[in-house]
């Protein structure tokens, strides 16, 4: 009985386990995709703007690394979700 | 550190003119305004940047000539980019404004915009022609046979679709036009390429309007018809084509005698084009300044900005050359006129590097605070938490030693090596913090972290970069407090104190909850601050805290670039502890740390700089000030 009870709670703890790491994985994996999205967007009118006008170079930059802020943030949750 | 300025108004009489202009030139420090935005003038009864109609016509003319030499100067790039003018000569003195200079020079630019035009339209006709010939090509011997018939013409039909659909719509039409002509139209169809089929349909004269009726009209839907350009019409559809075909050779070589032209020209006057557009934008300038003076019969008005410890030099300057007949006046700026005083930033030597951080911004404000030396604080600071690394830190050591012996003398590189240097050092500060020395083998070695692992103690860092943030964000709002009350804006400055009683209730609380503490006083001052910035702000408080929280999240990239950092470092060490051999190992684990050191120097100096455009800026930064421009002579 104790046997079973025990094998149950390994069980359990092994879904949690499971569990957390499919949270994990779409915390990080939504958010690298929305952030790959917003990227890719504001990278092609990047380029343009820059063939342009070559001094827009340093804030073009800038305004790509701007949605980086998702992708950090789900890291940060995945890593939490993972280490905690 | 945003450099005191005083205005400045010089006021003598008419014939100094040109003597005053001379003497500002020389000084070199007076930032020239257009003196009808100068409200004292209004009382003073002098005409205000008043052109007469010959000098206005004359600028109009001058600059004219200017953008046709820029133009000149671009289409020639254009038509021979391998060339490249080295001898461009400084332009000298010349009288830039006169009628004999404007009618040497003009028919130049003229003659190469012309022939950069001719060119042009030559080529939009050789891809016409050539994209009739793609069509049309292999009906030739047809088109051939039509012409020589009389009473014969033809259509051109094309299909942008699959082979099957395009034989399809072939098939429909042709059974149209068979009942409609009672078979007295043929369908010629061509070989089709990919997504494209072509047909030309051949018919006697007398049936065009059934033709038209039945395949143009009715099907318009299913097909697309070729016309061809109206220019070329000479008389049917198969002659024009014909005609188009036998230009085509005509064509190539005017084409290859416009070029060559425009070649010759790029060799012969790229120099004397180079001159003329300095000269003449230096004559514009002059002439557009002499528009911001004020002028009576007998008297002349300037208005600028002046450093106000270089405002001593130009009084004596002005006292020494005219004795006392030109006489300038200062005052200090009033917050009135803050907008409108041109900024000039002047940092001591261990921040200036940092400067170029503003470079991509406009200016701060007169009156505002120049942020400078907080970016040389906190950008090290920021970087050097995020890689955190002393065995990384050793090659940042190295790099900028590299540079410093490389580019001694180059601003920009010394710039970048001040900036790489304290980046180094503050990365070798946090490495032994952390304990990391590529990864870890800081603790192989046998050494502590002297502070806390990351990779161990991961709440701790989020908490620890949370509250650097919090705090970097306090800083942003205190110097907002100072900037409101320095413009006596007491409502703003009462939402900025709100803002800092929120994050600090915030982390006080946070402690509580994780110390597990009774949160005492913590609740009180955020309800407080938050009845405060209702009354500063109204119903937008409500959104206004929501960014500020965000704001503060924003940090948590200290901790997760850095955390990504180390994992990686540490995968390149388990690398070498578990590969067999020493040689793969040691190969393996320094080509990942070689990447893990670019993108640990590339990604931590974006985000540091970000933090500081988006999260610190946003406090208190105000820009959309002038730049300041003195006028000051040309170096020949």
Redesign the interface.
Known sequence: MEADLSAIGVGLNAVGIGLSAIGAGLAIGLSALATAIVQAKVGSVAVAAIQEKRELTGIMILLIAIPETMVILGFVVAVLIIYT | MIVPMKRIRIVGPLGATGGCIRLLRENGALHVVNSKNDDLLGKSGLNVGSFSSETSETLKRTESLLFDVRTAMALLRKSDPSHIDLLSMEPGEQDWLSDSFHNEYKPIVDEIASTAAAASRLNAEMEEIRGFRLIFEEFQPLVEVVVSLKGVEMSGVFFRESEGTAARKMDEIEKALDDATEGACSVVRGKPQKNLSSCLLVYPFSLGNKVQNEVFERHAKKIQTIHVPQKLEKETFASTLLNMFKREKTVESELEMMQEKLRGYSVRWTSLLGTLEKGLKRAVKELRLQNYLALSEKTFWITGWIPAEESKNLEDAAEMEFGGSVIVFTEKPSPADYANVPVLLNNPPWASPFQRFL??FPSPVYGSVDPTVFITVFFPLFFGLMLGDVGYALILGFLARLIHVRKPRDPLWSDVMAVVGACAVTTALFGILYGEFFGKMWQGLGFPAAFFHRKEE??TL?AVMLLVGGLHVILGNLIAIRNSLYGRMFRDALARFSDIGFIGAAFWIAWCVYSEKPLEWGGTIMALSLAVKLLSEGPAAFLEVIRLFSNV??Y??L???G??SIIFADLADDFFLSSGGVVIGVIGAMIIHAVNFVIGVFDPA??A??LH??EFFNQFYKHGSVEYAPLKAEII
């Open positions: 470079a991509i991961i709440i989020l999240l924003s948590a990239r901790m997760a670039i955390l990504a974006i985000q700089i970000r455009y988006v």
